[in-house]
């Protein structure tokens, strides 16, 4: 059975559940709507439980086992300002049999550890998301198919970020009202707290939802009214970031491969349902539905009559479990799809005299001309804007340039958010190169890494020099002898002598087949991005993956999106002297390459922006 095979499944399933709503239920009586037929047994065995994150946060959760081993997980993520107990009573009306339920509390939320509702950005709930499901797969010894997640409202958007960011294969999502545009009621409220945010004042926002605009129903406006580990306020950063994130989400929803279940609150006063639609148009999942609930109000499963959410939520789940994981192959997604498109659409020259047109010529103008007073405008004509030694520039990010307006543009230019992304790369590439070099020393008691196309290296130098008091040796390779030349000044004034450099294509196969000494890491970081040919990437990797022995780990890194790709593509020239157009590759492209060559990945990071990705891959027979 394929794709088609699960929607007709799921939709015959939903078309059932449909129907069931047609009979009529005595006003009130939600008993049977959450809970199912009553049992002399509880259906579940409630449990706690503590789970420690990427930085060392604890975050609480329960989990609701049936009496009988089940090889399937469902994970829920509450709304904002709440906590998983708020999932107890509905847990066994959205559950399927034969399912383990978890879930936890949002960091500095309910019983979980961190300022209250506050994070350093919204990315971190994403990656908390990433690292926690990753936790239950492990200690269930359940794979990422077999594992189903439900967000709800702020919990949605979280669901959404991860899966977008972080491209986790699994079975089915379920996004009740996200909160991709929550309703502040005042005109420009967005840009009035960036502002704030600037100033330094205001750094909460205090919550104007109060549990009548949540539910109609009495009795849970009552018990959400009486619940202390309910908070009403959000920082006003984590506001900010969770807009800014969902403009992304829903602008590269096309990303999104996972079997997806929307529902729509008809009467929602909390988020907005335009921008709903607008990412649900846009979504890429091969199997999708759309479920509006009119007259609902924003918490849809504690509605008044909850029973069409609670029971299309359940069928939706046992749908996408009824046959196959669909999926989309993406190796030859460098040949069509919308990466593609976008691609080629940035690689066909503007119409003259067009608006773009014009803004792009007095663009290209200014850079041509009083840009180049900013050194670091001055070596991207020069090298190119893509080049080893323009990648170093931005690295040390020292504004230097002619007179005091070139050192001006040169500082706009190191700020601009490309770079700055970059620049957070770098930082996650060495984190990368550290723990990669601590797990291979730790099993070989020693570790040789290579670098394939390293450009000045200095990301590796550096973290060389920080691990001086282990067995290392290192192998910096790159195309060009001018980064070569400049890596082994940096590794000169850093007094390495544990490392050499080779000049190779990172992209011959035969060659990297045999490096010497054999690699326990290798590193690829910042060059797959460059070339828009998944055949030429497969072949890199291919080779990398017949010289790194089975346990040994792969560094690789990605750009899933970047808001700026027009104005590089229209403005900027690379090493050639060409325009420099990249087309994007999906997280889950990326991964599905590394996949084909022979590696699993085991870990991710990715920039506040949500531009460049930092990976870690082991090698498996």
């Known amino acids: 059975m394929g794709t088609a095979t699960l929607h007709w499944q799921a939709t015959n399933l939903l078309n059932r559940s449909r129907a069931r709503q047609q009979e009529e239920r005595a006003p009130g009586d939600r008993s049977s709507d959450l809970h199912g037929p009553r049992e ?11 789970f420690t994150s990427w930085d060392g946060t604890r975050l609480y959760y329960r989990a609701w086992r049936p009496s009988t081993p089940t090889t399937r997980i469902l994970v829920l993520f509450h709304r904002g300002h709440e906590h998983s107990g708020r999932w107890d009573d509905v847990v066994a009306a959205i559950t399927p049999e034969g399912f383990t339920v978890f879930a936890w509390d949002a960091r500095g939320n309910g019983r ?5 509702d506050d994070a350093e950005n919204f990315g971190w709930y994403a990656r908390d998301a990433e690292l926690f499901v990753r936790h239950l797969s492990d200690i269930e010894r359940v794979p990422m198919e077999q594992i189903a997640v439900v ?32 309703r502040l009621y005042l005109p420009f409220a967005i840009p009035a707290l960036r502002l704030t945010q600037k100033l330094g004042v205001m750094r909460s926002v205090s919550s104007y939802v109060k549990a009548r605009v949540l539910t109609h129903d009495p009795a849970e406006r009552l018990r959400h009214e009486r619940d202390d580990l309910i908070t009403h306020s959000i920082s006003t950063r984590v506001l900010i970031d969770l807009h800014d994130t969902a403009t992304r989400l829903i602008e590269d929803a096309a990303a999104i491969q996972v079997p997806t279940l929307m529902l729509l609150a008809g009467s929602d006063w909390v988020v907005k349902q335009s921008a709903q639609k607008k990412f649900f148009e846009r979504l890429g999942s091969p199997v999708k539905h759309l479920e509006s609930l009119p007259g609902f109000f924003h918490d849809v499963y504690h509605e008044a009559n909850a029973s069409r959410p609670l029971q299309v939520t359940r069928d939706f789940i046992e749908g996408a479990f009824a046959a196959p994981m ?7 997604a460098d040949q069509g799809g919308y990466t ?21 010529k007095i663009f290209g103008s200014f850079l041509r001309s009083l840009g180049r007073l900013s050194e670091g405008i001055r070596l991207g004509w020069r090298s190119g804007f893509n080049s080893g030694r323009t990648l170093d520039y931005v690295y040390r990010n020292q504004p230097s340039g002619t007179t005091a307006l070139g050192r001006f543009i040169d500082r706009q230019y190191l700020n601009g958010i490309g770079w700055r992304g970059i620049r957070v790369r770098r930082q996650l590439v060495e984190r990368a190169i550290k723990h990669a070099i601590d797990d291979r020393h730790a099993a070989n008691g020693s570790a040789h890494i290579v670098d394939i196309a390293t450009g000045a290296g200095r990301y590796l130098l550096d973290t060389l020099k920080r691990c001086t008091s282990l067995q290392l040796t ?20 850093l007094e390495l002598t544990n490392v ?11 060659a990297l087949e045999h490096i010497d000494p054999i690699p326990d890491v290798a590193i690829v970081s910042g060059l797959y991005e460059l070339f828009p040919d998944n055949r030429r990437v497969l072949n890199s990797l291919e080779g990398l993956a017949r010289a790194i022995p089975e346990g040994g780990l792969l560094i690789y890194t990605n750009q899933p999106w970047h808001p700026q790709l027009e104005l590089i593509a229209r403005g900027l020239s690379n090493w050639d002297g060409e325009p420099w157009i990249m087309r994007r590759r999906t997280q889950a492209e990326m991964d599905e390459l590394v996949g084909a060559a022979g590696f699993a990945k085991v870990q991710m990071e990715i920039d506040p922006w949500g531009m460049f990705t930092v990976s870690i891959a082991r090698r498996i027979s």
């Open 326 to 332: 669909p999926r989309t192959p993406l190796l030859d």
């Open 340 to 360: 593609f498109n976008e691609y080629r659409s940035l690689c066909r020259p503007l119409r003259p005299l067009s608006r773009k047109w014009i803004a792009y």
């Open 112 to 116: 979980s550890e961190g300022p209250r």
């Open 500 to 510: 050499i450099f080779t000049r190779a294509d990172a992209f011959d196969r035969s």
């Open 40 to 50: 002399s047994q509880p259906r579940f065995s409630l449990s706690e439980h503590w």
């Open 151 to 182: 967000g709800h409202s702020v919990g949605a958007a979280i669901v959404a970020a991860w899966i977008h960011d972080y491209a986790p294969r699994v079975r089915a999502a379920v996004l009740a009202t996200p909160a991709f545009r929550i």
């Open 474 to 493: 290192a192998e910096l390779r790159d195309a060009e002898a001018s980064n070569l030349d400049a890596g082994r000044a940096i590794a000169r004034s």
